[in-house]
């Protein structure tokens, strides 16, 4: 019999004697040649059962002496019928399905070790198999690490454009040289430079979020995502670094706001984590007017949550952050403040503009969380198990795959002769639908006044002032997300005229989506086994702030209001 190569002879022997519940250990193991034993062997009285195989040419292998009977009977009253199925062997069984699901479970691996091979193995021995997969696939974890800066240089010069950066513990000389101290991974950038180019075509948003790597080492992985006209995911920046401290996130900010956004007016969403806010202040390129700072309101509200427990009022936090008029929001906050007078405090000592839409001035264009970069995050969920190479290709090919398809997507819509994408138009057609119950006075230069006189209550009368040349409304609804509100299509309905696409940002346009992902791609290979030569960067050690304390190590970190909520 002949066989592909080494692996599947071995992986063959294996089955069969597990099969027929026998063990066999390896007699020799040469560069051309092969055999192994029953583990009887050397028993009283021996059994005979042998393989011997050479090794062909172009990796083949053949069995030289075939010894197919056993005359041993093995007992497995105390267990051990497992022997012959070592983690290599599990690992070349379930490799096709790391590949697919990288976070393929070990209970589900012992699930599936057990119907093909029918014998019960070990969690540890799974877990261990589930890792050796993983290295098949993408090679080990402490090359990725040395693998990786070479890889994103590489990447640099291959992709005009793109945006790379490295930060080592302790420096090396240069990427040919062998320092004296071996150089130990930091943090690593990279935004692309497609997703650069599109920037300037997507809503002025930016969401930032950081997420943990459960591979061999810890680290963290960092996010920056846009939206698109169409309030679509745009993934924009990537980081990996060894935790997220301030250091790291003042780093972090530095290379996307430098070189990344640029000279562009960007509002940055993120959690009120007190390192992040500490980085803001340390940086200067974030105190000069262009970059605006916000709050996730989904944040806010946990963190509320955590500190008063109680349900009423965590509505009444999401109320007063989500509502677009200022005698609404003083009203939810006087509710707030009758309830619980240290809520009310707590919540007046964050500055209104960071988390609530009335007094933002339209810079976070209605978004009120980070679900954007946390949705990336899931979508990179499976990666966050892999060396960190795996991590950049998959980045890669992801960023490709969205281009390829919403480019195509707005190709399509542009021969349907769309002017805004389609999430942008059902939004005005949802405010469309209760034009009829307003009343309009018109008091000239554009002004106008828009009246509804309530059902239930005929002495509550609404009135707000739509001024069309500035583009204002006094519900603000049009300046937190610049598309008309009710009114202004209630004024126009007035005209016996539809609200015109013109005054509308350029951002909805789909000739904008079009251009979003209009940037050039250059294809880019990125090699499993990249040779590094006497280049060698060690992994990362955890930041001092990072550090567990003493005692027993906890299993599994406390959940939160986020993580429950993330689950449904």
């Given at each position: ?80 019928d497992d022997l012959n199925i070592d983690y290599f062997s599990i690992a070349r069984f379930i490799v096709g399905k790391v590949r697919v699901d990288p976070e393929y479970k070990v209970k589900l691996i012992q699930h599936d070790v057990l119907e093909e091979f029918h014998v019960p193995v070990s969690y540890k021995k799974c877990w261990l198999a589930r890792i050796r997969a993983t290295e098949l696939l993408y090679g080990s974890w402490e090359n990725s690490y040395s693998q990786l800066p070479i890889m994103l240089y590489n990447l640099q010069n291959s992709y005009p454009g793109t945006v790379v950066d490295v930060v080592y513990a302790t420096e090396p000389p240069n990427l040919n040289a062998t320092p004296e101290e071996t150089p130990r991974f930091k943090y690593a950038f ?379």
């Open positions: 019999m002949t066989f592909p190569n080494y692996e599947s002879l071995k992986d063959a022997v294996t089955k069969q004697c597990v099969a027929n519940n026998h063990f066999y250990r390896n007699e020799y193991k040469k560069a051309g040649s092969w055999a192994c034993r029953c583990w009887y062997y050397n028993k009283s009285p021996p059994c005979f059962w042998c393989v011997q195989a050479q090794g062909l040419k172009y990796g083949v292998w053949k069995t030289k002496q075939l010894r197919d009977v056993h005359t041993c009977n093995p007992d497995y009253s105390h267990g051990g990279w935004a692309f430079a497609a997703a650069i180019h599109g920037l300037q075509y997507c809503m002025h948003v930016v969401t930032v979020d950081g997420t943990h790597l459960y591979g061999k080492y810890k680290g963290h992985l960092l996010l920056a995502v846009a939206m698109n006209g169409n309030r679509e995911i745009f993934p924009l920046a990537y980081a990996i670094v060894d935790g997220e401290t301030c250091e790291s996130w003042a780093w972090f900010f530095r290379l996307l706001v430098q070189r990344v956004i640029g000279s562009q007016q960007v509002c940055i969403i993120s959690d009120k984590h007190i390192r992040i806010i500490n980085s803001y202040c340390d940086l200067p390129e974030l105190q000069t007017g262009l970059i605006m700072k916000r709050f996730c309101l989904r944040h806010i509200r946990s963190n509320f949550m955590t500190k008063f427990q109680n349900s009423d009022l965590k509505n009444l936090v999401w109320a007063a952050g989500s509502t677009h008029n200022i005698q609404q929001f003083e009203g939810y906050m006087a509710e707030i403040r009758n309830m619980s007078e240290e809520g009310y405090k707590y919540l007046n000592d964050i500055p209104r503009a960071a988390w609530t839409l009335c007094y933002d001035g339209g810079f976070r264009c209605g978004i009120l969380t980070t679900n954007s970069s946390e949705s990336f995050n899931n979508v990179l969920k499976g990666c966050r198990m892999l060396p960190v190479t795996a991590i950049l290709s998959m980045s890669y090919a992801k960023m490709v795959e969205l281009f390829a398809k919403r480019y195509k997507l707005g190709i399509q819509w542009q021969e349907q002769s769309m002017h805004i994408t389609p999430k942008i138009k059902n939004v005005l057609l949802n405010r469309e639908k209760t034009k009829h119950k307003w009343t309009v006075s018109s008091y000239g230069n554009n002004q106008y006044v828009v009246t509804h006189t309530s059902r239930t209550d005929p002495s509550s009368v609404y009135s707000y002032l739509v001024n069309l040349f500035s583009s204002v409304c006094t519900c603000r609804q049009w300046t937190s997300d610049s598309i008309p509100c009710v009114h202004v299509h209630v004024v126009y309905h007035s005209f016996r005229q539809q609200v015109p696409y013109n005054i509308l940002p350029a951002r909805y346009s789909v000739q904008n989506y079009l251009s979003c992902y209009g940037g050039i791609i250059q294809p880019v290979f990125f090699p499993q086994n990249l040779d590094v030569g006497s280049f060698k960067v060690l992994p990362p050690k955890r930041p001092t702030d990072e550090i567990p304390r003493l005692g027993r190590r906890q299993r599994n970190r406390y959940q939160g209001a986020m993580d429950f909520r993330a689950r449904r």
